[in-house]
Antibody
Framework: QLQESGPGLVKPSETLSLTCTVS????????WSWIRQTPGKGLEWIAY???????NSNPSLKSRLSISVDTSKNQFSLKLSSMTAADTAVYYC??????????WGQGILVTVSS | EIVLTQSPGTLSLSPGERAILSCRAS???????FAWYQQKPGQAPRLLIY???TRATDFPDRFSGSGSGTDFTLTISRLEPEDFAVYYC?????????FGQGTKLEIK
């Protein structure tokens, strides 16, 4: 199981920090991704990471993005800087790197507003 | 970036009917790297089909996928009430890995 945690509200220009806690398995054993969903743009793959250091991210977000794995806590995290209203979305953490994504976390709604 | 265009945007059918959902890619995608997801209201998407035609274990055999190159199809042979949902296609043949905008399958 995967569970996202983080703030539901972020101010414009601030940095979003989200964490995904993995239960029932080891975060070290797999690739993990972040995917977001907005009414306007639909589903958007953000990035993937593996504990071995292999990562890849969407070029549209790469300059604002940081992802990491914490094996001691069995978690992986996302940081997205310079948030704008366009970043308002449901953010999902997901098992997988490029496709065949699943299972998914329940998602966390992040709203960017002052 | 590979753009995926799904059609129709909304499909209105009755239980028992056959549903055919289409997804067209802006450039050729290996069928090995093509997937479909089902999403119900308030839930995360669920992997339905991968490798263009391999059904995930959770789903019955009334769901089937086909296609190659730039044209892919999801077919639901005989709709059950629980099949009414939004369906998304996804390509993972090239980064960034992209999704279609979705087809909403609604009860007529």
């Amino acid at each position: 199981q995967l569970q996202e945690s983080g703030p539901g509200l972020v101010k414009p220009s601030e940095t979003l920090s989200l964490t995904c806690t993995v239960s029932g398995g080891s975060v070290s054993s797999h690739y993990w991704s972040w995917i977001r969903q907005t009414p306007g743009k639909g589903l958007e793959w953000i990035a993937y990471i593996h504990q071995n250091g292999d990562t890849n991210s969407n070029p549209s977000l790469k300059s604002r993005l940081s992802i990491s794995v914490d094996t001691s806590k069995n978690q992986f995290s996302l940081k997205l800087s310079s948030m704008t209203a366009a970043d308002t979305a449901v953010y999902y953490c997901v098992l997988g790197s490029t496709g065949e994504f699943g299972p998914w976390g329940q998602g966390i709604l992040v709203t960017v507003s002052s | 970036e590979i753009v995926l265009t799904q059609s129709p945007g909304t499909l209105s059918l009755s239980p028992g009917e056959r549903a055919i959902l289409s997804c067209r890619a802006s450039q050729s995608v290996s069928s090995s790297f093509f997937a479909w997801y089902q999403q119900k209201p308030g839930q995360a998407p669920r992997l339905l089909i991968y490798g263009a035609s391999t059904r995930a274990t959770d789903f019955p055999d009334r769901f089937s996928g086909s296609g190659s190159g730039t044209d892919f199809t999801l077919t639901i042979s005989r709709l059950e009430p629980e099949d009414f949902a939004v369906y998304y296609c996804q390509q993972y043949g090239g980064s960034p890995y992209t999704f279609g905008q979705g087809t909403k399958l609604e009860i007529k």
